[in-house]
């Protein structure tokens, strides 16, 4: 790995690490809206509907480091949730151009309604507590991930010193 | 595919030493942290503020659980008249349930006792069973059996006025349906095994070992097992079964056992809950909250390094329980707070017009409810005091689970006097939402938490 993507992926771990800070707080309230997007989601989607698939690994891994110093989930819980998105994206490339605008925020929408009813399913296994989230509670947070990935998307994926990661390397 | 399916496996079916291996390999995670700490900043004026209120509340609330653990330990106490002459009594209290293991207790006594088994194990005026196993490693702790175990027996003695005692065999819980609609007046019943001719069908049922049990047996006698209960159940059967007046399927928390003179060591052998011992509790500062999907809630803590930490150890906010972690890596550990749904409490309770304590067992958080209080849910098998209704109560820790010392200070509530399950609404004593600085229970001698 070149010196220059090594540090891509620090800044990358950085800006997650951001994110997933942001997102508490913005969480923390009893009455924060259902709608408020998951800046981690987004991050995570914008990039791996771009990286070479080969580094989709990488991106999970680091995705679940930073959401992991955040939450109160397990980090196995989150580890796995972040290989199986990776998963998914790598089977949805193969036929569609996830990286257009409406492709990603399919996928951002897609993940974020995912990812609570995964979150809903460790807790009740774990802990035999927790509500099932509503169809309504699903739709308003993909609605918000998705329509925030549909518009930043792309501004995300070109975050500042990341630039390295989404350089492609042509075998000649 | 095969790592993926290890891991959904793992998530949802937990192995203890892969966790801790994580959690450790995880180290990183206070350095991300840290990364973000100019969000946290942001909170700083509300943080001081928080500490500020509770520094200043703090004395008044350590007095009010020093005084609730002072009633409690004399709750427990016998009165003078049963216990036998020249016999010491000894303190305890409980230290776990064990998982699986619902009919047994772990209880602590003053390390420098010795204690032998089979001696009675007794809550005030209430029989609650025996030692069974003192432990060899940890001097002053054992496993009670109580009474409630499938295989104990106890001889007991029915008053009969005007004629002989009834004699009785009693032991083992009584299970029984416990949905809404019947719960009425049932609750913890303990087994009748051989009712006997006589035709009364209620009264108080005290202990009488008449089966000729070894002396430790007998020590119990006059002591209270419950009230002979007579009902009719399906297919017009007479069923007969003892009442017993304490949960002790979620309580008590503390105990007292009836051992032989030592010497000339005391007669009363005391135990001091160390619940503010500051020798006790280690500071850790908070790195970042931590929310989830589903209104999760925790923390995330700044560990010094070698601080040994255990799973389950309360963290406390001043004299506030304000969670319990979940799990303890090298620099870090994760916490669940009271708003976390699915976290377990043993509670007691210093209830309005009660004189003593009351045991509420273990409840189970459910998340936030309305105006920032604490939904939980709890079983009750012993209804509180007489009447109907509800009462004010303020509530504690009780004791029962590992980590999580008696006496600290979790909310304000109304309490149902009657038996069943309910869901109670707590206004915590505080929110803890911006603390920047916590304690973790490390345990009498630094051991953990464990």
Known sequence: MSPSRLVAWLIALVWFAWAAAIDTQLRGGADSPGWLPNLVIVLFVAWAVRLEVQHLWTLAFLAALARASFSVEPPVALLAGHLAVVMGVRLGRKSFDLARPLGRALVAGAVASGWILWAWLVLVVRHGEGDAPTWGMLVTASMGTGALTLLFGGLFAKLPGTGALLERRFVG | ?450
């Open chain 2, 1 to 450: 595919m095969v790592a993926l399916g290890s891991l959904t496996a793992l998530s949802l079916r937990p192995v203890p030493v892969v966790e801790e291996a994580v959690e450790h390999l995880l180290a990183p995670a206070r350095l991300i942290a840290e990364v973000a700490a100019p969000v946290r900043w942001l909170s700083w004026n509300d943080a001081v503020e928080a500490a500020g209120t509770v520094e200043r509340e703090k004395e008044e609330v350590m007095r009010e659980a020093r005084e609730l653990l002072e009633d409690e330990r004399r709750a427990a106490r016998p009165p003078d008249y049963l216990i036998p002459a020249g016999l010491r009594i000894v303190h305890a209290e409980v230290i776990e349930h064990l998982r699986g293991e619902e009919d047994s207790l772990i209880v602590r006594w003053a390390d420098s006792t010795h204690l032998e088994p089979g001696i009675p194990v007794v809550v005030g005026e209430h029989y609650v069973g025996r030692l069974a196993e003192v432990d060899l490693r940890e001097p002053g702790r054992g496993r009670v059996d109580l009474v409630t175990g499938r295989d104990f027996r106890v001889g007991a003695q029915l008053r009969v006025p005007g004629r002989g005692p009834g004699e009785l065999i009693v032991g083992g819980r009584l299970r029984q349906r416990f949905d809404e609609d019947e719960v009425g007046d049932k609750g913890m019943s303990l087994a009748v095994h051989n009712p006997g001719p006589w035709k009364r069908s209620e009264g108080p049922v005290r202990v009488y070992e008449w089966m000729g049990e070894a002396r430790a047996g007998a020590w119990a006698d006059g002591f209270l097992l419950g009230d002979l209960v007579c009902e009719t159940i399906e297919g017009g059967v007479e069923l007969r079964h003892v009442r017993h007046g304490k949960d002790l399927l979620n309580g008590p928390y503390r105990v007292v056992l009836l051992a032989p003179p030592e010497g000339a060591g005391p007669i009363e052998v005391d135990l001091e809950a160390p619940t503010y011992d500051p020798a006790c509790w280690r500071g850790a500062s908070v790195l970042t909250r931590c929310t989830g999907a589903l209104g999760r809630d925790g923390l995330r803590l700044a560990l010094s390094p070698g601080l040994e930490v255990g799973p389950g150890s309360a963290v406390a906010f001043g004299p506030h329980l304000l969670g319990r972690v979940e799990m303890a890596g090298s620099y870090t550990a994760r916490v669940r707070t009271l708003r976390d749904p699915g976290l377990e409490l043993p509670l007691l309770a210093r209830v309005e017009g009660e004189e003593h304590p009351v045991a509420i067992g273990r409840v189970t958080t459910e998340g936030l409810g309305p105006n920032g209080s604490l939904k939980v849910r709890w079983e009750a098998l012993v209804g509180i005091g007489k009447g109907e209704g509800f009462v004010d109560a303020r509530l504690f820790t009780g004791g029962g689970v590992r980590g999580v010392p008696r006496g600290l200070l979790v909310g304000d509530t109304k309490l149902p006097r009657s038996v069943g399950e309910h869901e109670l609404l707590i206004q915590p004593g505080t929110d803890g939402e911006d603390c920047q600085w916590v304690e973790v229970w490390i345990g009498p001698g630094g051991e953990g938490g464990r």
